[in-house]
């Protein structure tokens, strides 16, 4: 009697599963900021149902060490193709494949054409997704076999950045239509400073390569909060929708639950402050037709083409003098759309982007933004203009009118900044939180420590803040002395306060000698001239959320911040005490 491994038994079952297709595929929406129906959907496979090869992961786990991954992967694109097109599912359609199986039969370029004619599907509303489940070294080869897709009308995404073996590496070789950044990277996005940082380089390196990025793993308003502020407008994950066997095209898109923007006036500090008004082209207008408008105002260098409020590209003076300028171009392509002649990736920002972010935009990229301009947006729709110049004049003033308020000791924004942003956002009724922050016991430590070493406590205070706060959201000002003031917008204020209690506490140590740490406590005098047991600095946060709308100025504010900083105060300790609201 012959025995059957179960190695065996599971590879014969394998092979059924693929012969047979014995499969399923959902679908998960992928979504455009401030648009109602679906960018796209990545088609997802399950295998049999009441199987141990139900689950995706174990799926292709057994293909992998059975060596027949490249034959799993065109079967769940036959099922996951031929399902998108009964349902009649609008956008694109992502499928991935992991980058070896490209390199095998049966994943040639024209079977993969072939397959798309026979079911009506346009190859360029499709996007190969590479996964990167193994690792990957003949990097020209696999470039070789993407370009026979491009040239046919397919795009290229690179799945989970920062979480394979390779993948910027892959970017760099391959150069994607689209990048996905891993879940890992935004899951919990809002409370650690070093995931912004990594997925704001990320967008920073797509701007200037003209890929798209996809923010992937989203599950709450506060990670889709920050995406957005960052600039990234392609989103997906529970929060927008789960994977479903028949998706609803049409997405229900959350309403972000931040506050309100600032007001964007040409004192303001975002880009709506540098904002032209340029009407705009539409796909319909011919390439002779803009160049008119753009020699009949001299000062124009850019005109952008708007597609139902929304902007598209960016029809620049310079590319159209080029075209032009060139033997009996302007009869060939004089009565051509517009469309065929702009910059399909041109820099969109919102109006309530900062100054300083924007300025990181411009000097990230490594086109002509500066010369050309950027389109200023509000919720994805069209506004206007701002030139680099422009730009450049509000960073100059900005900076001196910085100089000119901050405290010398720390370079944060002193009273007039601190009184005047509270005062901008009482009057355009932005909520916000204020924290008063005190440290206790300075002034003994001065006394025994000397002034240069209290000099460098507070420093360390100043540092900390700014590093501890959202800088898109909040403000961090120095009062004075040991005085330091939060307005904080960002919808997880609290934790940034308990972050910062904490972050203080641990590098506290080095400003204190051995012994005095040891007892938490030293002697100093006191105001009588007696030596007194004084307890370590420790700080005290006093915050209060104020409705902007009940306040009448900054002076009212002020005055509820100072009170609930006694009342922190009053706890032993490192403290925060939360007021009441007016």
Excluded at 86 to 110: H, T, Y
Excluded at 146 to 172: C, T, V
Aim: proline content about 5%; glycine content about 6%.
């Amino acid at each position: 009697m012959i025995r059957h491994s179960s190695n065996e038994r599971a590879c014969a079952e394998l092979a059924d599963i693929i012969q047979q297709q014995q499969l399923s595929a959902v679908f998960q929406p992928i979504a455009a900021l401030n648009q109602a129906s679906a960018y796209g959907f990545e088609g997802l496979i399950r295998g049999p149902s009441d199987h141990p090869l139900h689950a995706p992961q174990q799926l292709f786990q057994a293909a992998a060490q059975n060596q027949c991954l490249a034959q799993l992967d065109w079967a769940c694109h036959q099922v996951i193709i031929q399902a998108f097109i009964e349902q009649q599912l609008p956008g694109k359609l992502f499928i991935n494949v992991c980058p070896l199986s490209l390199m095998q039969d049966p994943f040639r370029a024209d079977a993969m054409l072939d397959l798309l004619q026979t079911v009506g599907l346009d190859p360029h509303r499709v996007v190969i997704e590479l996964t990167e489940t193994q690792a990957t070294s003949d990097y020209p080869r696999l470039a070789q076999a993407l370009q026979h897709y491009r040239e046919m009308g397919f795009q290229i995404a690179l799945d989970d950045l920062g979480e394979g073996y390779s993948s910027l590496r892959l970017w760099s070789e391959l150069k994607p239509d689209f990048v996905k950044i891993d879940k890992y990277f935004i899951q919990g996005i809002s409370r650690d400073r070093q995931k912004r940082q990594f997925v704001r380089s990320i967008q920073h390196i797509a701007l200037s390569t003209g890929c798209n990025v996809i923010a992937e793993g989203i599950e709450n308003h506060t990670e889709l909060a920050v995406i957005e502020r960052l600039g990234i407008h392609l989103i997906q994950g529970f929060l927008i929708g789960r994977p479903e066997i028949q998706p609803n095209p049409m997405l229900d898109m959350p309403k972000h639950r931040t506050e309100q923007p600032v007001y964007i006036g040409q004192s303001s500090t975002h880009a709506g402050a540098l904002l032209q008004m340029v009407p705009s082209a539409c796909q319909t207008d011919s390439n002779e037709a803009v160049w008119r408008r753009l020699t009949q105002q001299a000062g124009l260098s850019a005109i952008p083409v708007v597609d139902n409020e929304r902007p598209i590209g960016l029809i620049k003076r310079n590319d159209l003098l080029e075209l032009f300028s060139r033997p009996f171009s302007r009869e060939l392509f004089g009565a051509r759309s517009c469309s065929t002649q702009m910059d399909r990736h041109p820099l969109i920002v919102e109006q309530a982007t900062s100054l300083t972010e924007l300025a990181r935009l411009l000097t990230c990229s490594e086109r002509s933004d500066l010369n050309d301009g950027f389109i200023i947006t509000e919720q994805g729709r069209y506004l206007g203009m701002g030139t680099g110049r422009d730009l450049i004049r509000a960073m100059t003033e900005l900076q001196i009118s910085a100089a000119r308020h901050a405290n010398p000791l720390t370079g944060l924004p002193g009273n007039a900044p601190i009184q005047n942003t509270i005062s901008q956002y009482l009057q355009t009724e932005c909520n916000f939180t204020v924290v008063y922050v005190d440290l206790d016991h300075f002034k003994p430590y001065n006394d025994v420590y000397g002034y240069a070493r209290g000099d460098e406590l507070l420093q360390l205070c100043g540092q900390l803040l700014q590093s501890s706060i959202d800088p898109q959201l909040d403000f961090v000002g120095h009062v004075g002395g040991d005085d330091f003031i939060l307005l904080l917008r960002s919808p997880n204020w609290r934790s940034h306060c308990e972050q910062i209690l904490s972050d203080f506490q641990q590098q506290l140590a080095p400003f204190f000698k051995p012994a005095h740490w040891q007892a938490q406590s030293y002697l100093a005098h006191n105001r009588h001239n007696k030596l007194q047991l004084n307890p370590l600095v420790s700080m005290s946060l006093g915050a209060v959320e104020i409705v902007a709308s009940e306040y009448q100025s900054h002076h009212e504010v002020a005055n509820h911040a100072s009170s609930a900083k006694h009342m922190a105060k009053m706890q032993s300790g490192h403290s925060l005490y939360i007021a009441s609201v007016k």
